[in-house]
């Protein structure tokens, strides 16, 4: 009989920590509230939970204390509830600032914002710039330089009028500084903080945010003299496919004809008038922010045709506040610009070292005669028969 009330005492000793570590039905009544584990896990990986528990508990005016006692200024809301207000933009706020993005005292959706810009962004930069630089100068050293396989005649050719001319180094040099002062404001953190300090890069972040936002100006300006100078010029035709196959010739063999722009210069072309303008209606969007807000509206757009779900992804956020309307158009802006500088590491590397004579059309404006019978020589037959007909009608 001993032994059975021993045996029993001991099951029950066993089972009383077991029925103590059976989880409730709230599974926050263990942690009075609060976010569970769970929570914390499913937030690492990234996963949204329903914070509602947190959301919703900002204070209660039906318990506030009476105005004579300790608390009664409190309204019924402790400081933690008024904390969790403003981090989820419920709070009554009441500024002299009067532009929409003054009430947010907290925006916690700028989280991932930072994460992507001071990892991925960052990253994508290093391999894309530093990428492209290695390409080129592992092509340079294995084509060489391109020259002129005829023999020189010691005539030249107009290539592009003082216009055209103007244009073109007017977006190149204002395109040079956006690309130098956007690094800087870009790398900044990791790079030149650790580098010089923050008093000298707070100098430098001031001047280089200064000199982009009016710099600015003269790019979208020269944006418009060239589309409307060279879009006739760059409309695709037959003759680029053509061009196309034979790789315009870049290997050696035969140069294929072309027009007064060849396959390749067209797709620079249209990528700059694409991704220049996408530039700079973001960078507007930016200067702006009040009054061109971009995503939100083109959220809203595709979540009403199904784009997201067509792919199996929730829908776009909307609506969005000013923050998150400048975050959005700085990564937009970033990686954009970051892809249209690699296009343009390639355009400078052909229209300088790596190709002869082709400087000569935008450094002096002409070209030598032989250069381009082997390049353009659709144009360059043009040309020297509308010379011809001037001089026979002399």
Do not use: C
């Not at 072309?269 to 930016?286: D, E, M, N, P, T």
């Amino acid at each position: 009989m001993l032994r059975l009330l021993a045996l029993l005492s001991l099951m029950w000793t066993v089972s009383i920590p077991a029925l103590a570590q059976e989880v409730p039905a709230d599974a926050r009544a263990s942690t009075g509230g609060a976010q569970t584990l769970e929570d914390i896990m499913r937030r690492q990986e990234g996963e949204k939970i329903d914070d509602s528990f947190r959301r919703d508990v900002t204070g209660d005016p039906a318990a506030a204390a009476a105005t004579t006692d300790q608390l009664g200024t409190l309204g019924g809301s402790s400081d933690p509830d008024l904390w969790r207000a403003l981090r989820y933009g419920s709070a009554n706020i009441t500024t002299q600032a009067r532009n929409p993005a003054a009430t947010t005292i907290m925006q916690d959706g700028g989280m991932w914002w930072l994460e992507f810009r001071e990892g991925p962004l960052l990253n994508t930069a290093v391999f894309l710039l530093g990428g492209t630089l290695f390409l080129l100068t592992v092509f340079y050293l294995a084509r060489g330089r391109m020259r002129i396989d005829g023999e020189k005649t010691g005539r030249t050719i107009v290539r592009f009028r003082a216009v055209e001319r103007f244009g073109h180094w007017l977006l190149a040099s204002s395109f040079i500084v956006l690309g130098i002062t956007g690094l800087i404001s870009l790398f900044g953190r990791k790079v030149l903080i650790p580098a010089f300090g923050h008093e000298s890069f707070s100098f430098l972040a001031v001047i280089s945010k200064l000199v982009h936002n009016n710099i600015s100006w003269a790019f979208m300006v020269a944006l418009v003299i060239i589309f409307f100078a060279w879009v006739v010029h760059n409309l695709p035709d037959k003759t680029d496919l053509r061009w196309l196959a034979r790789a315009g010739g870049l290997f050696g063999g035969e140069h294929p004809p072309a027009k007064k722009f060849n396959a390749g210069q067209k797709l620079i072309f249209w990528a700059v008038i694409v991704l220049g303008g996408s530039i700079s209606l973001s960078g507007l969007s930016l200067l702006f922010p009040f009054e061109i807000n971009l995503f939100g509206h083109t959220f809203s757009t595709l979540n009403s045709w199904g784009l997201p779900g067509m792919f199996g992804l929730v829908d776009l956020p909307y609506p969005l506040s000013p923050q998150e309307e400048m975050q959005y158009a700085q990564l937009w802006h970033a990686l954009v610009s970051l892809i249209l500088t690699a296009i343009i590491f390639a355009h400078i590397y052909l229209g300088s070292v790596g190709m002869e004579g082709a400087f000569d059309a935008m450094g002096k404006g002409e070209v030598e005669e032989q250069w381009a019978r082997e390049h353009h020589s659709i144009w360059a037959q043009e040309v020297l028969d509308g010379e011809a007909n001037s001089t026979e009608k002399t």
